[in-house]
């Protein structure tokens, strides 16, 4: 990886640094290279280190590199597809083996999710976790929103703890006529939970997939699946519901 001059260049630096590091990306790396550190990639390009992570976070965000806990940044392999249409119509958990059941527990829904779902201030909801596994790795982390009035026949006998209980909410969820779905796809921030859950550092770029299960002319659940923005490209099917969030 050479050095180049930077000065003169009338578009940003970071945006000139990125596309130089890009190229030495195509013909002096291998896929899982550790790239230099921050200090020393700097020291090469004659840029701040500032100007230097703007550049490496450009990159990450559009899947050529990947930062790794305890490793550093890495050259990122090329972009898993992953399926999140609506076409199939089914509830969470119908013949899916692509997502594995963690844990559920009874919480207050933030407030963004409690004002869909319409449920009273404070009311308790349960709440699924689910991680979703493509070729061996996990690239997404779930949480499935349901409240009691959807899964009337619940009980604590039927739902014990973990993954048994994550597993006995979905069962029950599956006794309601699903009407439809929706959903909305935005970038975000990964949060520590879901950073720890899909093997990122907090902070790290996601895509935020938010799904609305309708039944009998409520919201029934709501689903919110943080995606891996450096591994995974979302594709669609033939949905046609899709809304992309400002």
């Given amino acids: 990886m050479g050095t180049t001059q930077l000065e003169s260049v009338p578009e940003p ?4 640094l990125k596309t130089v590091i890009g190229e030495a990306l195509d013909s002096d790396f291998a896929v899982g290279e550790i790239l230099p550190n921050e200090r020393e990639l700097a020291a090469r390009f ?61 919480d207050v829904a933030p407030t963004a999710v409690a004002r869909v779902l319409e449920t009273e201030p404070g009311e308790r909801v349960h709440v699924v976790r689910r991680i979703r596994v493509t070729q061996g790795q996990p690239v997404a ?26 597993r006995a909410v979905l069962r029950e969820l599956q006794h309601l006529a699903l009407d439809g779905q929706d959903r909305s796809v935005e970038l975000g921030s990964a949060r520590a939970d879901d950073a720890k859950e899909l ?24 689903s919110v699946a943080t995606y891996r923005a450096d591994t995974c490209r979302l594709t669609f099917g033939d949905s046609v519901d899709l809304v992309m969030a400002s």
Avoid: F, M, N
Avoid at 72 to 86: E, F, I, L, W, Y
């Fill in 46 to 106: 004659g840029v701040a280190r500032a100007t230097l992570r703007q550049a490496l976070e450009q990159l990450e965000l559009e899947g050529r590199l990947q930062r790794r806990r305890g490793v550093g940044t890495t050259v990122a392999p090329p972009r898993v597809g992953v399926d999140v249409s609506t076409a199939q119509h089914a509830w969470p958990g119908v013949a899916d083996e692509t997502w594995q059941p963690q844990d559920s527990v009874s």
């Fill in 141 to 166: 982390a779930e949480l499935l929103y349901v409240p009691a009035s959807s899964v009337p026949g619940l009980s604590a006998i039927d739902a014990p703890a973990g993954s048994a209980r994550a």
């Fill in 199 to 222: 093997d990122r550092l907090p902070g790290a770029p996601v895509l935020v997939v938010t799904t609305r299960y309708l039944s009998e002319g409520r919201t029934a659940a709501v």
């Fill in 13 to 16: 630096k970071y945006q000139h």
